[in-house]
Each structure stands twice: as structure tokens, then as C-alpha cells.
């Protein structure tokens, strides 16, 4: 201690202490052992980042992924529909949609009960169940709205995530639906145009990848779509007015055979589908079938026609009613006396009419029905269509109902189809909603009648709007001609005295028709108490008010020169 405290003091030290002997004893105590103990902290460390470095190559090697993630593919695109004028009636939207990590959800009542507060429909079993499962993954919402995104993002619920996805917007709602059809939650077609899309090959590139927003061309359709919303917003009308169960129209063009629209009421909003699959929604227009009533009489007359075994000049006896088989056939407003065949089809006399189909004939009867595509199903672009049904076996008594339209039950399309050959010179086209020239549909008509009987049966239309049942459905300037159909439906096996199916086909101009228009009522009631409910006094006017607000927009314009004359065309 003396030592020390001479040294700090600047003494001398003691002869018997060398300073340097104790100063080197010192350094090998202490310093000796420091860079062994650098290097076991340096080899401790390597292993540390070495393990932390191998798992890490291990997970990354690892083949099954840790959360189930949603699946990483792009949803697939679809090309946008748009009508023959360019205006955009389907096209594909981004969205979110929900979905959760229930392993990392911390409070599970907690998150549904904030959750209901965006989405109160949320069904809670349904949710708590799927949040309280060890899954990675699992949806709680597809395509939500970007107000409902921001609302579930300001909850702060950790756990839940969005993924953007693509759903299909119709602009028009519910005015086209039908035609258009629906696609699934996936952006698959399921129905209607849709769907036939998706048949034509998008199914297959989508498969492959190839269907992307940039790399799809739109699909053009047939229909116009201000027509479109004319025939839609007057059935929606008429549907009131007359309070039938339900309403469908189509209007066509003659020279060509494409649909410029069509709609079947009830109907249903394909941005929100939710009632699509109710049965009353079916689209009667393609996939109903029904026994058409008077309207038939316009195929009995031109088949009669046709076959050159009855003329306009020819008369038959409609003074009693027609006994057949037990049954008795009568005239709703029967005139009790000979009829010309033009009166036949103006006062729609079933006995006149029962009487030129015998003239012709079970085999030709049934020959002609099928040729002008009455009893085969339809071939379109639209899935949805149903095959006419007709008697197994075809007696006298089956041609003689038929013949007024009793018995043979077809869609409503097929019925505007049909006669749309018995007016544009008897040429019979495949109906498409796909755009098409007169040269590419004369290139697959069928000519059913002759032009010389297309001309007569152009007249008794006309004449029938201006003198007969048709007279509510003029239009001045349009000359259209056109044939009622009062059908009685069957219910429990017979024929119903008081719930109808009604009718109006109808052509202009009749001098040379460029569109036929055809509506349905189902079941309709009078309009006012002390009238009565037949087609002449409710499908008639509507076809009149369709084709007064359409046919500016069609491109046919008026011509008052030749009002109140119904014109023959003669061809020979």
C-alpha cells in the first residue's frame, strides 16, 4: 500500500519492487484472456444467424404455404355488349370483396357485431361459424360497394382484407334483361346473350388466359336500345292498365329476321338478381309456350291461299255453329250468314276459318304449320327457348281447333317469326339478336309462301286495322295491318270462360313491311267496367302506341297518301 501510494505521489520505489516485474504480471493476468473471449462471442453469434438463416431456407422451401391465401389467378374478363347503335348495355366493373383470416380474428362477436352495422343482412350463425374455424381463409362478402368498403375499413377490424375483383354492370337495369341474361358470382355467362358468349369460346379463353380487358372486342346485338326502352316502358303501361299477371312484346324486322327488341314483364334487375329465378319471371317470349288463339287464323288463311284451293273471292257458310265429334264450334260475335274469306279473317269467324282448313286438309294442315317453323323449337342465340307441343295424333277435330288457334301451343317469338314471313313476300328467317344484312338473311331463308299470297294476306291485315277487330292499334301514316287473338286458357283440364291470353300481331307499313310487332297479355282485365277484355281492346292499342313511339326511331317515316285504303299488290 506504501508502495502504491508512492508511485501516484512521484516517489521512489522501494529497491526490493522493481515497477516493471509487477506492471508485466499485471497485463498477462488481465490481457490474456481478452481475444479468446472476442472470439467465443463472434462464434456464438455465427450460430445464432446461421439457425435464423437456415429456417429461413427452410420455409422458403417449404411447398405448402402457411395461410391459405385467396387464390392469386385474375378474374376472368368479359367483352362488353352493346346494341347495333354503339350504346354500352353490359360491361365489366372493379369491386371488393370481403374476406377474413380467422386465425388472427381476436374477438369474434365483436367482429360480427361491427360488421352488421355495414352489413345488417349478415347471417350471424352462418359468419361465427366460418370466423371460428382454423381456416386461413374464407369469404364474407363478394363485390361490395365502395361506400361498404370504406365503412368495414373505418371499423378497424383486424383480420380482414379486400381483394379487388370484377363484377357485370348493366346500365339499362331490368329494360333488356331478358335479352342480356345473367353471369355468375364468378363472371361466368348463365343465361341469355351472356351465355351464349361464353359458348362461343370465351369459356376457353378465359380457361387459357387470354381474355383480357384489352384483347376483347364488344359484342354488337341486333336490338336498338331507345326501341328497346319503348316496347319495355309501354308493356310496363299496359301490364297496369289492363292488370294482367303478365305482358311480353318483340318487334322485328321483316327484311331481315334480327330482333330490334324484346322484353317479357315481370322481369327482374340483373345488377341485383335476387327474384331471377322466380317462375313468373320466366321470359314467356322464347321459353313460354301458348296456345295463341286468333292469331293462327292468320296462317289457316294463308295456308288456304297458298295451296290454291281457296281465293279471296271464295265464300263460306257461317249462318250455323260446326258440329264435330261432340263438340260444338261457334263465333264469339258470330254475323249468322255466308262470309267472304277476307270477312272470315276481319270478324275472325272460327267456323269460316274451321271450314277453309278442311279444305285442305289434316296432312296439309299440319305440313304447312311445320314448314313455317310452328311445331319444331326455334334455333337462336338465346338458350332459353321451349319446344311447341301439338297433339300426338292429328284428327279432324285437332286441325279444325288448331286452325283458330286451340291445341297447338308455341313460344311468342316463333308466332312473330312465322308471321313475319306471311307478310315480306313468304321468306321465312332464322330470328337473331345478332346484327345481320338482307344479303346474309337471304342466304338462309326459306321461302314458305308465295309472293302472290304474301300480297293477300298484307291486305287482309290492312283491312282488318281499318274496318275490323284491329281498328284500336291505327296508327295514321304507318298503314298497319295486323290480326287479333283472344285465346281461352285451360285451367284444371278446361277451357276458362273468364281468364284470357290475348294478342296482336302486327306489320307495317302493310303496302311494305319493314317490321312486325307482336304483344301479349296474360290474363288482362277490362280496362273500365261495362267493356269487355278481348284483344282488340287492350293488346291492339298497345301495338298502336309501340309503333307510334318506335317507328320514328326505326327510321320509317309517315306517308299520309293513301290513308283508308287497303292495298293489293298484285304480282302477276
Excluded at 444467424?49 to 368479359?78: D, F
Excluded at 291485315?461 to 281498328?471: A, D, Y
Aim: overall charge neutral; hydrophobic content about 40%.
Amino acid at each position: 500500500m506504501s508502495n502504491l501510494l508512492r508511485f501516484r505521489n512521484g516517489g521512489k520505489a522501494d529497491e526490493q519492487a522493481p515497477p516493471a516485474i509487477v506492471v508485466e504480471g499485471r497485463r498477462k493476468a488481465t490481457g490474456g484472456r481478452a481475444p479468446g473471449r472476442v472470439l467465443m462471442t463472434m462464434a456464438a453469434l455465427f450460430c445464432v444467424y446461421a439457425a435464423i438463416g437456415g429456417r429461413l431456407v427452410q420455409l422458403g422451401l417449404t411447398e405448402e404455404p402457411q395461410v391459405n391465401l385467396p387464390e392469386s389467378r385474375p378474374m376472368a374478363s368479359r367483352p362488353d355488349l352493346v346494341d347495333r347503335n354503339g350504346a354500352v348495355l353490359a360491361t365489366d366493373i372493379k369491386t371488393a370483396s370481403l374476406f377474413a383470416e380467422p386465425r388472427r380474428i381476436v374477438d369474434v362477436d365483436e367482429a360480427i357485431e361491427k360488421l352488421r352495422r355495414v352489413l345488417p343482412d349478415l347471417d350471424y350463425e352462418q359468419t361465427y361459424h366460418r370466423l371460428s374455424s382454423d381456416a386461413g381463409f374464407v369469404w364474407l362478402r363478394r363485390q361490395l360497394s365502395p361506400r361498404q368498403q370504406s365503412q368495414i375499413l373505418a371499423l378497424g377490424i383486424p383480420g380482414l382484407g379486400f381483394r379487388t375483383e370484377k363484377r357485370r354492370f348493366y346500365p339499362g337495369g331490368e329494360t333488356a334483361s331478358h335479352i342480356l341474361g345473367l353471369v355468375n358470382i364468378d363472371n361466368k355467362g348463365i343465361a341469355g346473350i351472356e351465355k351464349y358468349v361464353d359458348d362461343q369460346g370465351l369459356a376457353d379463353l378465359q380457361a387459357l388466359g387470354l381474355a383480357g380487358p384489352d384483347t376483347l372486342e364488344p359484342v354488337r346485338l341486333s336490338i336498338d336500345f331507345r326501341v328497346q326502352h319503348v316496347l319495355h316502358d309501354e308493356l310496363v303501361q299496359a301490364m297496369d292498365r289492363y292488370r294482367a299477371i303478365a305482358a311480353g312484346g318483340v318487334i322485328l324486322n321483316a327484311r331481315t329476321g334480327e330482333v330490334m327488341a324484346m322484353a317479357s314483364l315481370p322481369d327482374y334487375d340483373p345488377n341485383n338478381p335476387y327474384n331471377a329465378l322466380e317462375k313468373d319471371r320466366l321470359n314467356r317470349m322464347s321459353a313460354g309456350v301458348f296456345e295463341m288463339g286468333s292469331t293462327f287464323k292468320l296462317f289457316t288463311t294463308a295456308m288456304a291461299l297458298d295451296s290454291g284451293l281457296v281465293d279471296l273471292d271464295d265464300s263460306f257458310d257461317a249462318s250455323k255453329p260446326l258440329r264435330i265429334g261432340g263438340f260444338t264450334i261457334n263465333d264469339f260475335h258470330g254475323k249468322r250468314r255466308v262470309l267472304t274469306v277476307p270477312e272470315v279473317f276481319i270478324y275472325s269467324s272460327n267456323i269460316g276459318t274451321a271450314k277453309m282448313a278442311d279444305v285442305v286438309g289434316i296432312q296439309g294442315h299440319r305440313e304447312f304449320l311445320k314448314r313455317v317453323g310452328l311445331l319444331d323449337r326455334m334455333k337462336t342465340e338465346l338458350p332459353e327457348v321451349a319446344h311447341p307441343t301439338e297433339p300426338r295424333e292429328w284428327k279432324k277435330l285437332h286441325s279444325i281447333t288448331i286452325s283458330f288457334g286451340h291445341g297447338v301451343a308455341t313460344t311468342p317469338l316463333q308466332t312473330a317469326v312465322a308471321a313475319a314471313a306471311m307478310v315480306n313476300g313468304g321468306k321465312l328467317f332464322p330470328p337473331t339478336f345478332l346484327p345481320r344484312t338482307e344479303e346474309e338473311a337471304n342466304a338462309v331463308a326459306t321461302q314458305v309462301i308465295s309472293p302472290e299470297t304474301s300480297a293477300k294476306i298484307r291486305y287482309l291485315m290492312r283491312l282488318n286495322v281499318e274496318k275490323g277487330s284491329g281498328s284500336r292499334a291505327e296508327v295514321p301514316g304507318y298503314y298497319v295491318g295486323g290480326k287479333t287473338g283472344t285465346a281461352e286458357k285451360v285451367v284444371n283440364g278446361r277451357y276458362s270462360n273468364d281468364k284470357r291470353f290475348n294478342a296482336f300481331v302486327a306489320q307495317f307499313p302493310a303496302n311494305d313491311p319493314d317490321y312486325v310487332v307482336l304483344v301479349v297479355l296474360d290474363e288482362p282485365k277490362p280496362e273500365r267496367e261495362g267493356i269487355g277484355a278481348t284483344s282488340g281492346l287492350n293488346t291492339a292499342p298497345t301495338v298502336g302506341n309501340i309503333i307510334r313511339r318506335a317507328a320514328p326511331l326505326l327510321g320509317v317515316e309517315p306517308d299520309f297518301g293513301h290513308e283508308g285504303e287497303a292495298l293489293l299488290v298484285s304480282y302477276q
